[in-house]
């Protein structure tokens, strides 16, 4: 098992940053890969971005592409998400998830955090 606790969201205006953590129970965390996913209301979750356990592979939305960046520190056992030049379109609830490989579908994905929610004003 695995539990995920996420933190660090919050509001911004737009133009603003923000890094979100996603902090992991067990000792296995660094054999999972990580993900990043958003959901805004009314809308279907989405792939924002995705780590392997080794922190070598990581891909990206398109919409995020160059201003959002993924990383993890396996001795924390904690995963980031740095938001830049965040958008008003950015505001979601963004929950971390773990897999045993990178993924960009969430149905792949065995755990989930209970989100945190970023909203960016304009």
């Known amino acids: 098992q695995v539990q995920l606790i996420e933190s660090g969201g919050g509001l911004v205006q737009a133009g603003g940053s923000l890094r979100l953590s996603c902090t992991a129970s067990g000792r296995t965390f660094s054999s999972y890969a990580m993900g990043w996913f958003r959901q805004a209301p009314g809308k279907e979750r989405e792939f924002v971005a995705t780590?392997?356990?080794?922190?070598?592979?990581?891909r990206y939305a398109n919409s995020v592409k160059g201003r959002f960046t993924i990383s993890r520190d396996n001795v924390k056992n904690t995963v980031y998400l740095q938001m830049n030049r965040l958008k008003p379109e950015d505001t979601a609830v963004y929950y971390c998830?773990?897999?045993?490989?990178?993924?960009?579908?969430?149905?792949?994905?065995?755990?989930w955090g209970q989100g945190t929610q970023v909203t960016v004003s304009s």
């Open positions: 780590i392997a356990w080794s922190g070598g592979n990581t």
């Open positions: 998830a773990a897999n045993r490989m990178t993924s960009t579908i969430a149905r792949e994905y065995d755990y």
